[in-house]
């Protein structure tokens, strides 16, 4: 019901120094100013100088819709779906990790954990996908496939030395970015394991003699379809997911799809799936994208 935040706002307070009537002084630091804070990752970006040309251009270009033009150039063969990929991209830049007064050495975590329940046939994993591909540090799995130490963390012997090594999971080794778990429905037996992982941002393991924390502070993107195939609106997500109240509680954002039955606007959905494949994929494809506005707009 809030709605979008309003960026330009912050970014007035912060880079003025934060002074309000609570008595904030910031010193015109921005965001590292703030107190408590404290970066997820120390890991310095590498930028070409052709990157820093194109982030110059984009940013002349699209002044005052940048925003709006990220949410549209993600994962554009899905149509629509704009607070989905806002949502998205608010994992995929992440929050600010910072202490709280008084909440001792414990820092709360800055990523933004994301779910989304929907229908089968809805495009959930092309954006899953679309996600893992343009984090700097992204992996993608699915829930069919996945085990609770492929998750997290397990202890392994090494069979030349007869010792023992830890072997890191897929949160373990998406930290710093995020990790997106396709199929979240058809896991449920390691829907505890992610529990520690999506709040304290890492992994303890115990065992054969060895105790380690591991980090793992990545932003889990999950994506689940209803157990009986189609959302049941008089159902809670609980109810529709089996899932328990103390791991849906880790997600910040939740998008609940549904596809409604639409002969004329599945058949235009339909030629916007198929434009892009032969050839002039492009031109087909923005056809595809001109009908489903004109539909939309009458």
Known sequence: SRGLPNVAAEDAY???????????????????????????????????????????????????????????????????????????????????????????????????????????????SQMLKAVASLAPRGLYVSGRSVSKAGLTATVVRDSSTGGHTFEAGAMVLSDGGVCCVDEFDKMPNEHKALLEAMEQQSVSVAKAGLTCTLPARAAVIAAANPVQGIYNRAKTVNENLKMSPALLSRFDLCFILMDTPDEELDEHLSHHVLAPHGQGGAVRLKQAQQKLLAYHSH
Not at 20 to 27: D, I
Not at 29 to 53: A, I, M, N, R, Y
Request: aromatic letters at 8%.
């Open 14 to 124: 912060f880079n003025s120094g934060g002074n309000n009537n609570n008595g904030g002084n910031l010193n015109g630091g921005g965001w590292t100013s703030v107190p408590g804070f404290q970066p997820d990752c120390v890991d310095k970006p590498s930028l070409t100088p052709s990157d820093l040309e194109f982030i110059v251009r984009f940013s002349e270009e699209c002044a005052g819709e940048q925003f709006k033009q990220l949410v549209h150039s993600l994962c554009p063969t899905i149509y629509g779906q704009e607070m989905v990929k806002a949502g998205l991209l608010m994992s995929l830049f992440g929050g600010v990790r910072k202490n709280v007064n008084g909440g001792g050495e414990v820092p709360l975590r800055g990523s933004v954990h994301c779910l989304v329940v929907g229908d089968p046939g809805l495009g959930k």
